[in-house]
């Protein structure tokens, strides 16, 4: 079979450029080594947010937002979407003045969707919050939606619109003559095509390698924890300012619990080991910062293998091979902003450019010889 477009990577980006490339009529191939957001993806914590954003990614999280409140018409499934909010949480004066010097920076750039609340209003949309905290940062249009079921939902968006995704298909070669790429697959088999997206997550480079292309990237397995079932006590996704933290409570009542602790991963087992120590740190941030958790049991921790930049921005952009496209690495913090990641990656592979800035996730940022 001939196709048009190869995405190595089936997680939820991979996916995504999927829906967007074959929807604009191209035969599209997806190479999953293992199986459908085996990873990043499905361990993520599913948060829709365009709080705190690095203003680089103001831009795609904010097209993003429009695209999840949309989300049925896009892939067929509401995804489990909820559009509760999203709040940053100041434990201290220091803190809420960060938090306060952020907003006027937003303001100044023309956004403004990033309100400061005091310690009154913030008991208002967090009432079970600990006393000692003194206020926050809130978009009361982010939410949350559930990872797995997303991923699945637009792999079957994909599909309908004509997409081959194949599981268990490990790339180990990439080649380009005669204006195709051929890629090599550890079976013994051979698939080819003009163009070939880069969205292996975590093994990105080693694909870009695959094409002599040099970008460095680092990989963690982020950690989450989830409680045993409580009562209804907060709606909104909260973080912390100071410390790593996000919070929220699923419609079961069970606690999700995570923000950056990590387990360790291997690449080329794809396995994760927890670190209970770490785990049991960000049990007790939100234990201190939610007091009503005490009594609750862990009834699940799990980790996820994710590429992270030295800037913790996003790889997005074209190759310097022809017919080369690079989406990988979201640093922890790519979910949200997929839906708009897979269009960009569209436009870039067919059209050569986007409607959203991409500069700043360059590819070939981190080199002194950075023009392609």
Known sequence: MSHDVIVIGGGLHGLSAAVQLARRGQRVLVLEADRIAAYASSASAGGVRTLGRDFAEVPIALA?????????????????????????????????????????????????????????????????IAPHC???????????????????????????????????????????????????????????????????????????????????????????????????FVTPVVGATGRPLSFKQLASGHVMIGGGHKGVGDLDTGRVVLDIDRAAYSAKTALELFPVL??????????????????????????R???LVHAFGFSGHGFAIAPAVGAMVAQLALD??????????????FRADAAP
Request: hydrophobic share 45%; glycine share 12%.
């Open 134 to 232: 003194v206020g926050g940062l809130v978009v009361r249009t982010d939410g949350f939606a559930t990872p797995y079921r997303t991923a699945l939902a637009f792999r079957r968006a994909a599909e309908a619109a004509g997409a081959v995704v194949r599981e268990g298909a490990h790339v180990i070669g990439l080649e380009r003559s005669a204006g195709l790429w051929h890629v090599a697959l550890a079976d013994g088999t051979r698939d080819t095509a003009p163009i070939v997206v880069n969205a292996a997550g975590a093994w990105g480079p080693r694909i870009a390698r695959m094409a002599g292309e040099m970008i460095p990237l680092r990989f963690s397995a982020f950690m989450m924890l989830l409680t045993s079932p409580l009562p209804p």
């Open 352 to 365: 050569g450019t986007t409607n959203l800035p991409i500069a700043p996730f360059h590819p070939f940022r």
């Open 64 to 128: 993003a937002l429009e695209m999840w409140r949309g989300i049925t018409g896009l892939v067929g499934d509401d995804c489990g979407y909820t559009e509760g909010g999203q709040v940053k949480v100041a434990e201290t004066d220091a803190e809420f003045a960060q938090l306060a010097a952020r907003v006027r920076a937003m303001r100044a750039r023309g956004w403004a969707h990033e309100e400061l609340v005091d310690r009154d209003e913030l008991r208002h949309l967090l009432p079970a």
């Open 321 to 323: 091979s022809e017919g």
């Open 294 to 319: 005490a009594g609750s049991e862990l009834v699940h921790i799990w980790a996820g293998i994710e590429g992270v930049a030295t800037d913790d921005l996003p790889v997005i952009g074209p190759g």
